[in-house]
């Protein structure tokens, strides 16, 4: 009861603060159809503790946008005129009696097809710090497994196995529904995938809700949703070494000749391995 009102509380906040928002909110496309997954994460190797989330993909005519239900809502409420109270409330909510929000790990927004067709453009965070890169689509040479079937959210699915950034993945796909996208950065198939998992299991993405959809807009935030922060340009490789050392202490952002940032750590290593290991 108490986040159910807490909630309504939040959502008349962010009908208030609209306008700021409309400001910070570049429309990209609108969305033909909508996909909701279940998101199983593992958060510490080390303990073998797994997190959920659950993640959403919007699919326009010409881009697509994958994202976080909370990582969403996390942004929001940071945009919320009000010194960050809405959000603090939120987040700290949590405790022993209530698991139900969390604060996510899985903070990555990938729009595919963005700035242009053969680009992908990825929002993440290390820490506190809102990275903005661009990168070509990573191609992944699917291989169809003949002669597997399985159902998945009423639709017939076929099997296939690639790799990509160091992760093998089985997906399932649905040649039903014409779209080749998927959850993260998998795509490329003849069908949307509505089941993927990696082989040592540290993720997996599980469909569970199918949607057309032509009223949902696809929008990319113009600016951080860190209130005094702004966007940190950087490029992939330099973005997963600053995640590298996401357990560690930050000094100060560290400026290189190539006009991209890096952030300086004590080199304490991580337990939680990002997706992507190379």
Partial sequence: MKRMQLLGTLILLIGINANSYSQKMKKLDKSVFHCKYLMTFKNDSIKNTFMKDTVYLDIGKNITKYYSKYSALYDSLRLINDKG?????FFNLKSDKDTS???PLNRATVFTHYPTYEYETIIDYVGNFQFIYQEKHSKIN?????????MICGYNCEKAVGEIYGREFTVWFAPELKYTSGPWKLKGLPGLILLAYDTDKDYKFEAFYLK???RRKIYLFTESTNIDRNYIKTSREIFLSNWNGITGRWYNLIKEDTGFYR???????PVYRNIELK
């Avoid at 699917?142 to 399985?150: L, P, R, V």
């Fill in 142 to 150: 699917w291989k169809i497994i003949e002669g597997q079937s399985k």
């Fill in 85 to 89: 109270r809405a959000f603090n409330k």
């Fill in 101 to 103: 929000v969390e604060k």
């Fill in 212 to 214: 057309k959809n032509k």
């Fill in 263 to 269: 952030i300086k750590y004590d080199g304490v290593l």
